[in-house]
């Protein structure tokens, strides 16, 4: 059989259809691009969308001939909800606005499956991947994280200027004086008190909250799209934000043997830990004695989940043996180096504690928070660990609204 002819919506897409206004929900509900013999609706391309979308990732979704194969491939896709060619269709003709409002790039878990099958290289997992980042930095109303995906320099900056305050904090604080650093014995507490660490970090985990639940307010917005839906719904859903939050179990339906999910939960329930360990029980973790407790054994596990998943991470990468990490976006390298070396300098101070090494564990200790803490504020409400509060919040969104189309029907 002969391969049909490359196309672009530049070269084929003719007439268009209007993206995304309320023209649109009236002529056609199904999503189907024209497909269903409703009347063709004109769209209007957003053609420098395709060229942001390059910037996030996303660059050869124009090899697509749309043969359907990484639909039928893709074990979450279903006939309802249809994925990812259907993307690959609405990114060719420039639909920005659909993209950003359609919940199944979250249904997406990047396995790799579609990518693998695609005869074309067209990459579909790779192009919801970038949907997805470009969608992260339309739900930021800052324009941070537009900023932080496009830019460098911009990300490597926000760290260094985060890291630099994190500094200032300690200097100003007075921990760098000889009265502080203690040199006969360690005294962590004596250079900077876990008190004042503690108010520091719920400072950050305010102003964190602040942004992620104000960027996923507009995620609902872009999601719903003002669509009325009883207010039960949203409470007899909510078991299925608390299930994929805690689990991301969609993923493990991926066709693919892979053990990543395994791995994938290992990592969050080990920076999870890290990050309830810091926020609550920092007096336990920031001792000046050796002695054991239960807080030692979860930091233990945290610090290993961390180092060993992320150190994991970054060598596939590296080789570009598994298809879904073939292709890296610095903000991929940023997040894991970053996730590595808070781990890594964690264990350094831990060690020279123990081994009564004052000089070497103060510089450690501020080392490792000035690593951690502008790992977190960048990476929480702007970057990649934001997809752990996105997702779910997607998967939950779209269970409502077929709730309340069952609703409606019956
Ligand atoms: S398998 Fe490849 S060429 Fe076929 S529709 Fe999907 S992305 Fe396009
Ligand atoms: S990467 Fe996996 S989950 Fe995502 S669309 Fe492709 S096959 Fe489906």
């Avoid at 530049?10 to 013999?37: H, I, L, M, N, R």
């Avoid at 800052?142 to 260094?160: D, K, P, Q």
């Avoid at 890291?163 to 604080?173: M, N």
């Avoid at 104000?214 to 299925?240: D, H, W, Y």
């Amino acid at each position: 059989m002969s391969e049909p002819a490359e196309k672009t919506v530049e070269d084929s897409a003719e007439p268009k259809v209007a993206e995304d206004s309320s023209d649109t929900q009236s002529a056609c509900e199904c999503d189907c691009t024209g497909g269903c013999g409703s009347e063709p609706i004109l769209i209007e391309p957003d053609l420098k969308f395709k060229e942001d979308l390059i910037e996030y990732g996303g660059d050869t979704f124009n090899k697509c001939y749309q043969c359907a194969t990484c639909s039928a491939a893709c074990s979450l896709s279903t006939d309802v909800d249809p994925f990812p060619r259907k993307e690959m269709i609405w990114t060719m003709w420039g639909l920005k606005d659909r993209l950003i409002s359609d919940p199944d790039i979250w249904a997406c878990y990047y396995c790799g499956d579609c990518s693998t099958r695609c005869p074309r290289g067209a990459n579909p997992g790779e192009l919801m991947m970038a949907l997805r980042r470009y969608a992260i930095s339309r739900y930021d109303w800052t324009g941070i994280s537009r900023l932080l995906y496009t830019s460098r320099i911009a990300e490597v900056g926000a760290i260094v200027v985060v890291a630099a305050i994190v500094v200032a904090l300690f200097v100003i604080s007075g921990a760098f004086t000889p009265e502080r650093m203690l040199t006969d014995h360690v005294s962590v507490e004596t250079f900077i008190p876990h008190q004042l660490v503690h108010y520091g970090d719920w400072v950050m985990a305010g102003i964190l909250t602040f942004f992620l639940l104000t960027n996923s307010l507009r995620m609902c917005r872009f999601l719903l799209k003002g669509q009325k839906i009883p207010p039960s719904v949203f409470v007899s859903e909510a078991k299925t934000f608390i299930i994929h939050m805690a689990t991301q179990k969609k993923w493990r339906e991926c066709e693919s043997k892979s053990t990543r999910w395994l791995k994938h939960f290992i990592l969050v329930t080990g920076y999870v830990t890290m990050f309830t360990l810091v926020m609550f029980f920092l007096g336990y973790l920031q001792t000046d004695g050796s002695e054991f407790t239960w807080v030692s054994i979860l930091g233990y596990y945290a610090t290993a989940a961390i180092l060993f998943f992320s150190a994991d991470a970054m060598i596939s990468r590296v080789k570009k043996k598994e298809e879904i990490h073939k292709f890296s976006h610095d903000s991929d390298w940023m997040f894991l180096i970053l996730l590595f070396l808070t781990g890594l300098t964690g264990i350094l101070m831990h060690a020279f504690r123990l081994l009564d090494l004052a000089l070497p564990t103060y510089y450690i200790y501020v080392i490792h928070l000035a690593i951690a803490v502008p790992m977190l504020v960048v990476e929480v409400p702007f970057g990649k660990w934001a997809h752990l509060m996105y997702r779910p919040l997607a998967l939950y969104l779209k269970a409502v609204k077929a709730k309340a189309r069952d609703l409606e029907i019956a």
